[in-house]
């Protein structure tokens, strides 16, 4: 198994470009998971999905970002404008149902907004 | 809601001696918890679970946490620790009633020769 697939795993951008973000989930898995880490704020949950449907969306920090997850073998994590308070790790997980609830990480993608 | 509260930002710690990280949680229904690790530049994985049962748990790599319900507290230990044990450890706490996970802040684990 592959484990949950991330891309890119770097990205720099300039303020104000559109950043998307990539993420294949482990297959089978239920339950898709983003996160932001930073030094300030730790791991936050942003969004997860059921079945690919959004469940809880209360983490997105503002308008600018948007989640989508068209099929159950992907998902995006869409910035615009970004903005250099943006930059950050972030992390997709999965899970699936039952399981001892067990989220899978992948690797994360560092993003910097110059 | 809930809350978790790793007690240690950064724990420096010679090479074989023990260790232990602290953990307590606040929440007003029952709880699973969580430990994960996170190596440089590296995704988290799973340490130990505690799920229901046995209040001692064991995981991977030595390590092995006890669920305190009256202190709320579930405090993570290795015996021995290895140069290689070198990491950042988080607990993480899931509401019986829904499927989120909160983190605490993170214990950074040194191990020194």
């Known amino acids: 198994d592959a484990g949950v697939i991330q891309s890119p795993r770097h990205e720099v951008t300039e303020m104000g470009q559109e950043v998307t973000l990539r993420c294949k989930p482990i297959?089978?898995?239920?339950?898709l998971f983003w996160y932001r880490q930073t030094m300030m704020r730790g791991l936050e949950l942003l969004i997860y999905?059921?079945?690919?449907?959004?469940?809880?969306d209360s983490g997105m920090p503002e308008d600018r970002f948007s989640a989508k997850m068209p099929n159950a073998s992907f998902s995006t994590l869409k910035i615009q404008p970004s903005e250099p308070r943006d930059s950050a790790v972030y992390f997709c997980?999965?899970?699936?149902?039952?399981?001892?609830?067990?989220?899978?990480f992948g690797p994360g993608t560092r993003l910097t907004v110059t | 809601a809930q809350s978790v509260t790793q007690l240690d930002s950064q724990v420096p710690v010679f090479e074989e001696a023990p260790v232990e990280l602290r953990c307590n949680y606040s929440?007003?229904?029952?709880?699973?918890l969580f430990w994960y690790v996170q190596y440089p530049n590296q995704g988290l994985q799973l340490l130990l679970k505690?799920?229901?049962?046995?209040?001692l748990v064991k995981g991977i790599n030595g390590f092995e946490a006890e669920f305190n319900k009256s202190q709320t507290s579930f405090h993570l230990r290795k015996p021995s620790v290895h140069i290689s044990d070198t990491a950042e450890y988080f607990c993480?706490?899931?509401?019986?009633?829904?499927?989120?996970?909160?983190f605490g802040a993170g214990t950074t684990v040194t191990v020194r020769a």
């Open positions: 993480a706490v899931k509401r019986s009633n829904d499927y989120k996970l909160s």
């Open positions: 929440s007003s229904v029952s709880v699973y």
């Open positions: 999905f059921n079945n690919n449907v959004p469940i809880d």
């Open positions: 997980a999965s899970s699936p149902l039952g399981g001892g609830y067990e989220q899978y």
């Open positions: 297959s089978g898995h239920d339950y």
């Open positions: 505690y799920l229901s049962g046995s209040t």
